[in-house]
């Protein structure tokens, strides 16, 4: 990242939790679990494993139909219907939180409440199968506890939807498939806590 990269709310702190620019990150169409999986990998070595206010964030729902706007894929300025989608978040010890998604068309980082107002948008004028739940793990339990062989992204022959990344499937000792775990919004399976996004919005925006 070079110097006038760094977002002005950074300026009087020594600490930028993702020292990458954009292009600079692992970075695999359709993977998105796996790419947020590797830049928090990134801050555990850029700061010798502090993981402060750094979390991995599943967006998604009970029908796994989330609109989500800004981006690269979206036509126009429609929505991208994703089944799920995942973000790093960056809870600044400023007033301002940050956003990191290799998918959008919005600056990376991103401030928190312009990401929030631009890629979600309101659910006002949303049929309620398409609201959005947020899974909200710490960076630390993410890279301890995700695992995905890669599975969900085979057909029926078993030949790949999109080209894999091209390092080895992430997993653990206790798995190595437990994505659903991840996407599932029920509070009572997996790790991290779940909001609405009204709750999202008020634990995690501008104070």
């Known amino acids: ?20 620019s954009r292009p600079e990150c692992m970075y695999t169409s359709c993977y998105c679990e796996e790419n947020v999986w590797k ?5 555990k070595i850029q700061n010798e494993g502090t993981f402060d206010h750094i979390y991995a964030v599943f967006i998604s ?8 706007w800004r981006q690269k894929s979206s036509r126009g300025n429609q929505p991208v219907i994703w089944d799920y989608h995942v973000i790093l978040l960056h809870k600044s010890p400023t ?4 956003i990191y998604d290799l998918d959008t068309t919005l600056p990376f980082p991103c401030q928190f409440d312009v990401y929030v107002k ?3 948008q309101s659910e006002e004028f949303l049929k309620p199968a398409f609201w959005r739940k947020f899974r ?3 960076a630390d339990t993410y890279l301890k506890k995700f695992a995905s062989d890669r599975s969900h992204m085979k057909d029926a022959t078993g030949a790949w939807r999109m080209p894999p990344p091209p390092y080895p499937c992430i997993e ?5 498939m437990n994505l659903d775990d991840f996407i599932c919004m029920d509070s009572h399976v997996g790790c991290g806590n779940v909001y609405t996004l009204t709750e999202f919005v008020h634990q995690f925006g501008k104070m």
Do not use: G, W
Not at 39 to 43: A, D, G, N, P, R
Not at 61 to 68: G, L, Q, T, V
Not at 95 to 98: D, P
């Open 136 to 138: 909200v793990i710490p």
């Open 1 to 20: 990242m070079q110097k006038d990269d760094i977002p002005e709310q950074y300026a009087s702190t020594d600490y930028v939790p993702v020292t990458l």
């Open 39 to 43: 830049l928090c990998e990134h801050v």
């Open 172 to 176: 653990t000792a206790e798995s190595k």
């Open 61 to 68: 729902n009970e029908r796994r139909m989330i609109p989500i």
């Open 118 to 120: 631009e890629a979600f």
């Open 95 to 98: 007033e301002q939180s940050f």
